[in-house]
């Protein structure tokens, strides 16, 4: 397989991961200062209680610093590698590189330049007998001549071959460099500290006749969001049924956990939600976070306990059901029918409860229900994809709407409720930040409200 | 068979006789694109456009995939072919829906297609583009264009190759039976 690189992919992983590092950087800060309290508090005494706060304050402390060193360096080596693809092969934004793709352009430049170089001769020679058979009759007969087009293909074959030797030196440094860095043995060697460390937890046997037996799976430190099982959980065959066991009701402050603003309800019902539906839940949050989701008070103390803050896992704690509400959720109920092949004239009578999300306006009509009926309009565009589209084909249907396609031509459609890109795609998910910072952009704005007028419907941006 | 509004009609007209000589080297794809099927929907990749998962199809019903695969299948044109005028761009989606329908009907003799090529007017400027997109025709309970009533999209001209499914492939009886409806 050749070398591959999408300078705007580049810049949108690294625009996500360096959001997601700041975010991350904030809760760890939140973590640090929650080790501080723990390891100050007077009332929690006792030989047991002093050794565990010098594990807390020493070994912890230890490796939730190293972590956020290794977090940082992650990003700057990214960062490097960026700016050296920039400097030794193209520095434009949109600069993409597939060698692969190079290789066979060179084949078929190889391929037409023989042809030419062949059959261009034959011409060549024609045209030579008939200038000197007939160019007494006719001085204006010209000499056919493939020199400058054999020129030219010759030099479309240095340039690919040019590209491929500056993307493979690229390649051959950047590699070379990460490995001279040493980043991969000092994860390595952390992970299997904390792993150590987590293990040694386990053993721990902690008395408490009110706790029912927790399922921890710890987390490596930088790895993608997962859901965790906390006490009481049963997995059924289609949801995850999380359910905290009475008795805890430690109070928790707000400020402590990042997106916490009240005590999580309970918003999970046995069958309702698949795990698809809560695995893209987890896909909206930035990497490195964790997922909580109970049905009651969280009990912190136990979760401190229980060794899961040791991993330095990020704890995310939001308001799930709003969230699900919000992003369309909570009204599907897939289940796992699948269509039967079609048989001509046979149909499905049509479910006319189940809409497109973010295709009404503020007061859940259908937009464009009384504006005019059309394909598909631009209303703006920059460069040869990135644009803003209106559709009406259907009046009142629901398939009115405006969306945004991205450089890359992924579409995102814009809901006048709460004025964001969504994916138009099942399940919605919400656009990442960076599509969602094209709204600050005026173009695009006016874009828009044009074409929500157009669709008969009052601007968002500029009322 | 063709089905043009009268906008499109008039500007067929002016390059119904160019020839096509637009270079298609590395584009292929485009003009021959895989076409794949996911579940009962139906789909192009075209370039590098990523494919349609299996759990993205999980969420639709049957009667949705209609506006899904349509909505999902915008073209233009000139995103494509660097340097193309707009008269080149609509010669060339001329042929290309032409080729699609061939392609769709080979691999999916039973099915019936709705093609689309529409041209409309950037705001503000004069810059035209040419739009292809496509969808399996699914009854009239799903998504489909108003064929028999085009003009009523006034500010583009649109054409629609009906690619019919053959004959064999109909039910004897093509009345609904309300036994098979689901509701």
């Not at chain 1, 493939?146 to 030219?152: G, L, P, Q």
């Not at chain 1, 066991?245 to 109070?251: E, L, N, Q, R």
């Not at chain 2, 000589?21 to 579940?39: A, C, E, M, R």
């Amino acid at each position: 397989m050749g070398i591959r690189y999408d300078a705007e992919q580049v810049a949108e992983f690294i625009d996500g991961w360096s959001h997601a590092h700041e975010g991350y950087k904030i809760n760890a800060d939140v973590l640090a200062e929650q080790y501080r309290k723990y390891c100050d508090n007077e009332t929690f005494i006792g030989q047991a209680a002093e050794a565990s706060k010098l594990f807390v304050s020493d070994k912890q402390m230890e490796l939730h610093e190293e972590n956020l060193e290794i977090q940082k360096k992650l990003l700057l080596r990214y960062r490097i590698i960026e700016e050296d693809f920039k400097g030794m092969v193209d520095s434009s934004p949109k600069a993409r590189i597939d060698t692969d793709v190079l290789r066979e352009n060179r084949d078929h430049f190889d391929g037409q330049f023989e042809k030419l170089d062949h059959e261009g001769a034959e011409i060549e020679k024609i045209s030579q007998y008939v200038i000197e058979k007939f160019g007494k009759y006719n001085s204006n007969i010209t000499r056919t001549s493939y020199t400058r087009s054999r020129k030219s293909y010759e030099e479309d074959a240095d340039f690919c071959d040019e590209c491929k030797r500056k993307v493979e030196k690229f390649d051959e440094l950047s590699l070379a460099s990460a490995k001279k860095s040493g980043l991969e043995e000092q994860n390595y060697d952390l992970q299997k500290r904390l792993t150590a460390t987590t293990s040694a937890l386990n053993k721990m046997q902690v008395s408490d006749p009110k706790m029912e037996t927790s399922v921890v799976n710890l987390l490596a430190t930088g790895g993608a969001p997962k859901a965790m099982k906390m006490g009481g959980v049963t997995a059924q065959s289609n949801a995850v049924l999380l359910n905290v066991s009475d008795g805890f009701a430690i109070p928790m402050e707000p400020e402590v956990w990042y997106g916490l603003e009240e005590t999580v309800k309970t918003i999970l019902e046995a069958g309702k939600y698949t795990m698809q539906q809560i695995e893209a839940v987890i896909a909206q949050l930035p990497a490195l976070a964790t997922l909580v989701v109970g049905d009651g008070p969280l009990p912190i103390g136990d979760l401190i306990a229980a060794g899961i803050l040791a991993a330095d896992a990020t704890l995310i704690v939001i308001k799930t059901a709003e969230f699900l509400q919000n992003n369309n959720y909570l009204s599907k109920s897939k289940g796992d029918s699948k269509t039967n092949s079609k048989k001509k004239g046979k149909q499905k009578a049509k479910d006319k409860n189940k809409e497109k999300p973010h295709r009404k306006n503020k007061d859940g009509e259908p937009l464009g229900k009384n504006g005019p009926e059309f394909e598909s309009e631009t209303k703006w565009r920059r460069g040869k994809t990135e644009r803003i589209d209106v559709e009406n084909p259907n009046p009142g249907e629901g398939n009115g709407n405006v969306h945004y396609h991205d450089a890359k031509g992924t579409k995102y459609v814009f809901d006048p409720v709460d004025g964001k890109f969504y994916f138009d795609k099942e399940p919605y998910p919400e656009a990442p930040p960076s599509i969602q910072r094209m709204l600050e952009d005026p173009e695009i704005q006016r874009a828009i409200d044009k074409a929500l007028k157009y669709l008969g419907e009052p601007p968002f941006f500029n009322e | 068979m063709i089905i043009m509004n009268t906008r499109m009609q008039e500007e067929y007209l002016k390059i119904k006789d160019m020839d096509n000589t637009f270079d298609f080297t590395g584009k292929l794809s485009v003009i021959n694109p895989t076409i794949y099927k996911v579940q009962d929907g139906i789909f192009m990749k075209i370039d590098d456009r990523e494919k349609e998962s299996e759990e993205t199809l999980d969420y639709y019903d049957y009667d949705e995939l209609s506006e899904f695969e349509w909505s999902q299948s915008e073209f233009l044109i000139d995103s494509y072919f660097e340097g193309i005028t707009y008269e080149q761009s609509l010669r060339l989606a001329f042929d290309i829906v032409e080729l699609w329908g061939y392609k769709l009907h080979a691999q999916f003799p039973d099915e019936e297609f709705h093609i689309i090529i529409s041209v409309s007017t950037i705001d503000d400027t004069d810059e035209k583009i040419v739009m292809l997109r496509y969808y399996t025709y699914r009854g009239e309970e799903s998504f489909h264009y108003k064929l028999d009533s085009l003009d009523r999209y006034q500010n583009s001209a649109i054409m629609v190759n009906v690619v019919e499914a053959d004959e064999e492939y109909y039910d004897d009886d093509d009345e609904e039976d309300d036994d098979d409806i689901d509701i």
